[in-house]
């Protein structure tokens, strides 16, 4: 069936540095993909969004990449630092305009180092 | 600010009760979902609905109803709740059946069950 997945489980990153989360998605009829960050005990927060007919979009320290070729797209976060932990969860949509539903990953726990 | 309300933070209910867990979203949306969180597993879909009276099984329903008197208003029944129901329970709400745009989300309800 569809899936939409994260790379890695965990990532851990120094402060300051740049954060990358990378995410792939099977079905190609995707067309709508947002991130979300989910910070311990609260509910998931929309960060950023893209739709398949760009390949980047920047927002504050935050940019999303798709490359529809081999159905990936990356969250790099600019600038680590320590608020920005948290699990970041990408999502797409699954392709139906009347039925469809998005199609979550399983989650990135990003954990800032100070 | 747009929100969806969930009424409680934190619920912890015996097993045999019947639990109801209430969803309220001021953004005039017609479509409204269900999640529950566990470690490992990712949000998995529980019940969604795209109108007033209307629901749809999701991908976990059983052991679960809901009920959408009222736009605004979408509620999750346990109808007899058991120690495998305790989780963190999530309710959205979309602007677009198709999942464009995104889901707003509430906080959540962490629910025990002893």
């Known amino acids: 069936g569809e899936s939409v997945g994260l790379h890695l489980p965990t990532l851990s990153v120094q402060e300051g540095d740049n954060s990358i989360i990378n995410c792939a998605y099977s079905?190609?009829?995707?067309?709508?993909f947002i991130w979300y960050k989910q910070e311990s005990g609260k509910g998931p927060q929309f960060i950023i969004d893209?739709?398949?007919?760009?390949d980047k979009r920047q927002g504050q320290r935050v940019t999303v990449l798709l490359n529809k070729t081999v159905k990936h797209l990356s969250l790099q976060i600019a600038a680590t630092q320590p608020g920005d932990s948290a699990v970041y969860f990408c999502a797409g949509t699954n392709g139906s305009s009347n039925t469809g539903k998005l199609i979550f990953g399983q989650g990135t726990t990003l954990q800032v180092k100070p | 600010d747009v929100k969806v309300t969930q009424s409680s933070r934190y619920l912890v209910k015996r097993t045999g009760e019947k639990v109801f867990l209430e969803c309220v979203q001021d953004?005039?949306?017609?479509?409204m979902f269900w999640y529950r969180q566990d470690p490992g597993l990712g949000l998995r879909l529980i019940y969604f609905?795209?109108?007033?009276?209307?629901?749809e099984k999701g991908d976990i329903p059983e052991g679960y109803s809901v009920s959408r008197e009222k736009k605004e208003r979408f509620s999750l029944i346990l109808e007899s709740a058991s120690t495998n129901q305790t989780s963190m329970y999530l309710c959205?709400?979309?602007?677009?059946?198709?999942?464009?745009?995104?889901?707003?989300f509430g906080s959540g309800t962490r629910l025990t069950v002893v």
């Open positions: 953004m005039d949306h017609e479509n």
């Open positions: 609905s795209y109108d007033v009276k209307m629901k």
């Open positions: 959205a709400s979309s602007l677009e059946r198709d999942g464009r745009y995104g889901y707003t």
């Open positions: 893209i739709r398949s007919n760009m």
């Open positions: 079905n190609s009829a995707s067309d709508y």
